[in-house]
């Protein structure tokens, strides 16, 4: 839920590195760094204690009190940016973002899709595309919605929904054209093609059949 906080205390990273940041991932550690109204500190956080705190029910969108070195004092912050390990999946770095709760701040929201299956056009054989997955809002930090749902469950072939027909809460404040296309449902076309091209086919193989036809009556005709 928007609002959620998190209590996440992380140690100073006194060295920093390539080998300093793999030494540190070896044993279980995720390095960072937390940007704030003062210098950028150097942090590193239990991959554990990380995972925890992103994965509550407000996700990356949640605030977290970090607390470095359990000096006592806490930094309101949210997850400005992380890297994944192309191979293996994991967190190798995160980004931290110092914020101030009484300021709007910008955020990237995803759109989940409801009712897919009760759509008339996708009963019918249509099928639901979304483009658009996620949108860019500005709100107060403890405003950011975890996500938008988008029920599609009356959407018949040839209809969409449009960035204009999500539910913004107040406070809320959209980024995006409202005119952008988030879902349309339209209708197959795949079945229709290859059909197309078997007839074209077929009618090749009749006009090649009756050609050779006509060669072979014209050869009996001249052997005659």
Do not use: N, W
């Given at each position: 839920?928007?609002?959620?906080?998190?209590?996440?205390?992380?140690?100073?990273?006194?060295?920093?590195?390539?080998?300093?940041?793999?030494?540190?991932?070896?044993?279980?550690?995720?390095?960072?760094?937390?940007?704030?109204?003062?210098?950028?500190?150097?942090?590193?956080?239990?991959?554990?204690?990380?995972?925890?705190?992103?994965?509550?029910?407000?996700?990356?969108?949640?605030?977290?009190?970090?607390?470095?070195?359990?000096?006592?004092?806490?930094?309101?912050?949210?997850?400005?940016?992380?890297?994944?390990?192309?191979?293996?999946?994991?967190?190798?770095?995160?980004?931290?973002?110092?914020?101030?709760?009484?300021?709007?701040?910008?955020?990237?929201?995803?759109?989940?899709?409801?009712?897919?299956?009760?759509?008339?056009?996708?009963?019918?054989?249509?099928?639901?595309?979304?483009?658009?997955?996620?949108?860019?809002?500005?709100?107060?930090?403890?405003?950011?919605?975890?996500?938008?749902?988008?029920?599609?469950?009356?959407?018949?072939?040839?209809?969409?929904?449009?960035?204009?027909?999500?539910?913004?809460?107040?406070?809320?404040?959209?980024?995006?054209?409202?005119?952008?296309?988030?879902?349309?449902?339209a209708a197959q076309t795949r079945a229709v093609?290859v059909e197309a091209v078997v007839e074209g086919?077929?009618?090749?193989?009749?006009?090649?059949?009756?050609?050779?036809?006509?060669?072979?009556?014209?050869?009996?005709?001249?052997?005659?």
């Amino acid at each position: 839920m928007a609002g959620e906080r998190t209590k996440l205390i992380v140690a100073a990273r006194p060295q920093t590195g390539s080998r300093e940041s793999r030494r540190l991932r070896k044993q279980g550690l995720i390095p960072g760094v937390l940007y704030g109204r003062s210098a950028p500190v150097a942090i590193v956080v239990p991959e554990r204690e990380l995972r925890r705190a992103l994965t509550g029910s407000a996700g990356l969108h949640s605030i977290l009190d970090v607390e470095i070195d359990g000096a006592g004092t806490t930094h309101a912050s949210i997850l400005k940016d992380y890297q994944v390990d192309a191979v293996r999946g994991g967190v190798t770095h995160v980004d931290l973002l110092e914020v101030r709760l009484d300021q709007p701040i910008t955020a990237t929201v995803v759109i989940h899709v409801l009712g897919t299956e009760d759509a008339p056009g996708v009963r019918e054989g249509g099928v639901l595309a979304q483009p658009l997955r996620e949108i860019s809002v500005e709100a107060l930090p403890l405003e950011v919605p975890e996500h938008f749902d988008l029920d599609v469950s009356g959407l018949a072939i040839g209809d969409s929904l449009h960035v204009s027909d999500l539910a913004i809460p107040a406070g809320v404040t959209l980024l995006d054209d409202p005119e952008t296309v988030v879902v349309t449902v339209a209708a197959q076309t795949r079945a229709v093609e290859v059909e197309a091209v078997v007839e074209g086919e077929t009618a090749e193989g009749e006009g090649a059949a009756a050609a050779d036809e006509s060669e072979a009556e014209a050869s009996g005709d001249s052997e005659d």
